[in-house]
């Protein structure tokens, strides 16, 4: 969708756009997917006699969309057309078909930043590309059971969702169009009126990935497509099947509790930049006790949003502080509203103060950067299939480590992990890679300056990438103390540099011949995971999605199943060849009526195939993940 003067569609809401399919005519229904794509392309006008924004689809259709109070179009009256088949017209129902997906709203409807109220901030609907750090709640609660009995409710919506994702699944992303992602948001807001949040996050990043893919957006990846199907068919059978983890049934989104007064340390900021039209900075800041907190400010926009967000007043309480101070400064608040992932609010009853910072190697930091990095990422790697995407808080959090550079390969710089009694290098070979490409932001240029340096010595503050061997996605680095061969930043970067934001510089380095490594510029050690014929498995399960159980089974009518099939046998990997095996003769299977008539062969047997399938390989691929930061445990034994 093109925009005038920076104009874009506001989000809508998924129950909305779900009805307003429902309303149309089969016809109509037929002709959905067409529209929408046409209608991606027209400019998006001012609305001519009040708010909102307008679309004209024809002649005699000018479709108007007047979002509510918190920017989403939640109601009927709130999109009209001016033809005369409207509201049950295929203008309006293509237009909003084109609006980003919103966020439901908070439990409670509470305003933003005050306790109970939804942050702005996630307004992108789904997973931030740039990582949110948590702390623990504010205020001990009550435990509760760890085992619940789903509802007769509960258990009818986790049936409804699944039947819809098998169908979306059986389709493929060819198949899966409008009329299919809207059964999904129908059974997905089921799912939220029975209090089934984790199954509705789902439906809605599956919904996201299918018109990413659908739309070929650049930014869309099948793996990520695939984790969200898998998330919502491995939670829905798991309802289904009787008493579950409480975790199972997730929580409502972004509730805040009082945090009376606390004490916060500035980190680094983030940039923001998400798929869906998002934009904005994440600061992370941690208190006294060391628990982890952040303040964000994302909203709709591009990477021009992302990068003035870094210099943009903080808005917490009546601070005086922008981003870029506040992550090299400090906040005393009084009445703070804490969030269960650590989120900051900024209520009415906030206070805020500023105070000095500290820098890392003092206060609660010091400790971060005093853990061995082998321990901490076994910490963050513990994780299994069953963990709730929506609060990764531990794979998220950043971890602290001294590096010193050797080399490049690809995209990625080498480095190891410096001993911190003899400085010398040790660990497995790591891969830094930036946290976000766009090349807009600082990432992949300060990646390629440190890659310039072979023996750099840096303090990095990085977050561990769960899906690549031995990979760190690096947030901010400062000067490694007592060091010769370090960075040698302007005093106003006050000891650290923001890899999004601040652009290092020749002058912040040292001279090449001052960096002599201890140890010759290596290539890039070998990728037990790249490495691995898992890859064959991700084939198969990303064809389910990409081409639809008809690709599967011209997959197996080819032999292609077989040879995968044998190449994993030949490696030790029996479990994955006979889950492939299954899930290519299941695509394959026909059902034929007392006549011997082809008829559908039903889309569960074919699901629960597929959903064993993707997660043995996460679970593998996640095993091998952490062989890679064991290596030179195995190695030295």
């Known amino acids: 969708m093109t925009a005038t003067d920076d104009l874009q569609l506001p989000p809508v809401a998924p129950e ?7 309303l149309l005519t089969s016809r109509l229904r037929r002709k959905l997917d067409a529209a929408i794509g046409q209608y991606a392309a027209l400019p998006v006008e001012p609305a001519p006699d009040g708010p909102g924004v307008t679309v004209r689809c024809g002649e005699d259709a000018l479709v108007t969309l007047v979002p509510g109070p918190t920017g ?12 005369l088949l409207a509201p049950r017209c295929l203008h309006r129902a293509a237009v909003l078909g084109c609006c980003p997906i919103a966020d439901p709203p908070a439990a409670d409807g509470a305003t933003p930043g005050e306790p109970g109220a939804p942050d702005d901030a996630q307004a992108d609907g789904g997973r931030l590309e740039a990582a949110q750090v948590t702390a623990a709640p504010a205020r ?22 699944w039947a819809a994702a098998a169908a979306a699944l059986a389709a493929g992303v060819p198949g899966a169009g409008a009329v299919a992602q809207a059964e999904l948001l129908r059974a997905a807001h089921t799912a939220r009126l029975a209090d089934l949040h984790r199954a509705e996050a789902a439906a809605l990043r599956a919904v996201r990935g299918l018109r990413g893919a659908r739309a070929r957006h650049s930014s869309h990846r099948t793996a990520d497509l695939a984790a969200a199907l898998r998330e919502l068919l491995l939670v829905t059978a798991l309802l289904r099947s009787g008493s579950v983890d409480r975790s199972l049934l997730g929580g409502a989104r972004r509730a805040y509790q009082p945090g009376g007064a606390l004490r916060v340390y500035g980190v680094c900021r983030e940039p923001v930049l998400t798929a869906t039209g998002y934009g904005g900075v994440v600061t992370h800041l941690v208190t006294e006790d060391g628990r982890w907190m952040s303040v964000a400010d994302v909203k709709p926009g591009g990477a021009a949003r992302a990068r003035g967000a870094g210099t943009a007043p903080v808005s917490v309480g009546a601070a005086a502080l922008d981003h870029a101070q506040l992550s090299r400064g400090g906040l005393l608040i009084s009445g703070a509203t804490v969030s269960a992932d650590g989120r900051l609010g900024s209520g009415r009853g906030v206070r805020a103060n500023p105070v000095a910072g500290l820098d890392w190697g003092s206060g609660p930091l010091a400790a971060l950067f005093a853990r061995p990095l082998a321990e901490a990422v076994a910490e963050r790697l513990a994780d299994g299939p069953l963990a709730d995407p929506e609060r990764t808080e531990r794979v998220r959090r950043p971890v602290g480590c001294d590096l010193v550079v050797l080399g490049a390969d690809a995209d990625s710089v080498l480095a190891r992990e410096l001993d911190p009694v003899t400085g010398r290098a040790r660990g497995p070979l790591i891969r830094l890679v930036a946290a976000n490409r766009h090349p807009d932001l600082a990432h992949t240029a300060n990646l390629a300056k440190l890659a310039a340096r072979p023996g750099l010595r840096v303090r990095a503050l990085a977050r561990v990438d769960a899906d690549r061997a031995a990979t760190l996605r690096p947030l901010a680095l400062a000067p490694l103390p007592g060091a010769t061969a370090t960075l040698r930043l ?18 912040h380095l040292p001279a090449a011949e001052e ?10 050690a070998p990728d037990p995971l790249g490495d691995s014929p898992l890859w064959r498995v991700r084939r198969q399960v990303e064809l389910a999605l990409a081409g639809g159980r008809r690709a599967l089974a011209e997959s197996q009518r080819g032999g292609g199943a077989r040879t995968d099939a044998t190449a994993l046998r030949r490696t030790g990997f029996q479990t994955a060849a006979e889950l492939t095996t299954a899930l290519a003769a299941e695509a394959d299977r026909r059902r034929r009526d007392v006549f011997g008539r082809l008829g559908d062969a039903g889309a569960d047997r074919y699901a629960e195939s597929w959903l064993a399938t993707a997660v043995h390989l996460t679970a593998a691929e996640r095993e091998l993940v952490r062989a890679t930061w064991r290596a030179h445990e195995v190695a030295a034994g």
């Not at 909305?16 to 429902?22: F, I, S």
């Not at 989403?72 to 033809?83: D, H, K, L, N, P």
């Not at 009995?149 to 409804?160: D, I, K, L, N, V």
């Open 16 to 22: 909305l756009l779900a009805a307003t399919v429902e």
């Open 72 to 83: 989403v179009v939640t109601e009927e009256g709130q999109a009209r057309c001016g033809c």
């Open 140 to 161: 001990e609660q009550a435990p509760e059971p760890d085992v619940v009995e789903p509802t007769s409710a509960q258990t009818a919506a986790a049936a409804e969702l």
């Open 490 to 507: 302007p005093p106003e970067w006050q000891g650290r540099a923001d890899l999004g934001y601040d652009l290092l510089q020749g002058t």
């Open 515 to 524: 960096c002599a490594p201890d140890q010759p510029v290596i290539a890039a």
